[in-house]
């Protein structure tokens, strides 16, 4: 089997991905990328944040819904 690189997050990475989590829990959007990430890493946050993630999606449907409806 070849050798492989095994990456590893420094302290300020880990901040960093901390903190771009945190912000996509605050704003969700429809960019499914950054939706996609987040959705995967979410369980690396705080169970608080965690439950604010699925309450923005869940409160950005419901606006979707209701926004398709007045159309």
């Known amino acids: 089997m070849p050798d492989r690189t095994v990456y590893s997050l420094t302290d300020r990475g880990r901040e960093e991905f901390s903190g771009a989590l945190r912000a996509s829990v605050r704003q969700f959007s429809y960019d499914t990328n950054i939706f996609s990430i987040a959705a ?29 409806k007045n159309k």
Do not use: G, H, I, Q
């Not at 890493?41 to 999606?57: D, E, G, H, I, Q």
């Open 40 to 68: 995967f890493f979410w369980t690396r946050l705080p169970l608080m944040n965690s439950r604010n993630f699925c309450k923005n999606v869940l409160r950005f449907c419901r606006t979707t819904v209701r926004e398709s």
